[in-house]
């Protein structure tokens, strides 16, 4: 967790806690990207990720997010939607994606 000084003490305070005003109407995406094996997810590197996007937001909106976390804005990837869960296969990677919303 990030933690933030004040000047006026030595008192540390989460940043988040901060920050939740200011997030209201958004909701928060975990990102992570793996390579695969024999098609399935492998975990031998990961990377991880969170974005935040607005309420009610469209699915390809949500894509474009998690793709610019990602580093892989322009690939094309085929969705699969789990609910409350993203899976992304770029196409010509051996690579997967997955968001999940955080609640």
Known sequence: ???SYFIGGTRARPICSLLNPIMKGYVKWDVEMTDTFGGEANGSWVRRGTTLVREGASRLA??????RELGITGTRCRV???????????YGFCTVAFATVQY
Request: hydrophobic content about 45%; overall charge neutral.
């Open 1 to 3: 967790m990030l933690y």
């Open 62 to 67: 949500i894509v474009r997010a998690v793709k």
């Open 80 to 90: 699969t939607d789990h609910g409350d869960m993203l899976e992304l296969k770029p």
